[in-house]
């Protein structure tokens, strides 16, 4: 595919992303469009906003970046769209099916912050925080976006539970990160209890209404006490004062007390780590935000979701 061919393909894919936000929104939006890469270090452009984005995708004939969502993010005052893009990764293929089987790289989304302005709900985009969005594929079989889910309230018992456990703070939201028994006996190593409506506030979307994230019910929750698998809170809360690493990611290195180090990879929740044989909380002296990337890092471990209502 050569360049000009590859920029129709950019043409269709903008106007698949106002499709895609006119289905979610329920409502006609304008094709008048601004544009800007995520990040606030990437300028905001109105013209020649095509030949723009081919720039940043397009390499050469044989070779493309895969993978590139665009998803309208805001409505601007002169009644503008703002499109939002975000390119994963660094790896170079051929122009062809990409992620989910679509043909060519790109992947439309709607931000969250966008849906709820359109529906007088309080809400605004700023390039330099995480942008919440939903895709076609996340969009599916899951809580709409705009229907509160049923979050029950902590019952006394539990609330005296995580009243034992120290919780790490990112902002306004709490997390108490917890082991959870089940009332069906199931135990699961990695739970984050947290309120509701800071949740929503620093997340944008339930988690019931994300396919990326896991969540159970605090209904089906018989006991909480605190995870092993845990950071301390300290050490949680000096890594989310430092940010993300990038767009949805953390990485970090946890320096234990022998002197030795494991670097950590992680999305924007950082509390529960895969530790070293042998080791646990309190062999950690300290952790070393957006330090580690050529360290190898390990993942970090699989974990639940449990809201509260207040």
Known sequence: ????????????ALENVVQFAELKAGQKLPRKFAFQWSGRSHP????????????????????????????VADLLEDGSLLILGIVFGNERKPYG????GREGPFHPMVGISFLNKLAGIPDYFWPDETFHFITPDNSKHRTPWHVRPDIP??????????SAIAPSR?????????VARMKDGTVIDCVYVVPEAAYVRHWGVYPQQDSGKNYISVADVEALKESPERLPAKFADKLYKSGESGMGYTIFTVVYA??????????????????????GQ???????????????PISCPKFYWCLFAE
């Open 282 to 296: 309190s062999d950690v002296v300290d952790v070393l935000p957006h330090e580690g990337r050529k360290a190898e």
């Open 1 to 12: 595919m050569n360049r000009e061919e590859f920029s129709t393909v950019v043409s269709t």
């Open 44 to 71: 905001r452009v109105t013209e020649n906003i095509i030949e723009y984005i081919v720039e940043r995708v397009f390499i050469d004939e044989e070779h493309i970046y895969p993978d590139v969502h665009l998803g």
């Open 97 to 100: 099916h990409a992620w989910m």
């Open 258 to 279: 022998d002197g030795s180090r494991q670097a950590y990879g992680a999305g924007g929740a950082v509390d529960f780590v895969r530790y070293p044989e042998g080791k």
């Open 153 to 162: 309230k902590l019952p006394d018992k539990l609330r005296k539970d995580i």
């Open 170 to 178: 990112s902002g306004d939201l709490s997390y108490w990160p917890c």
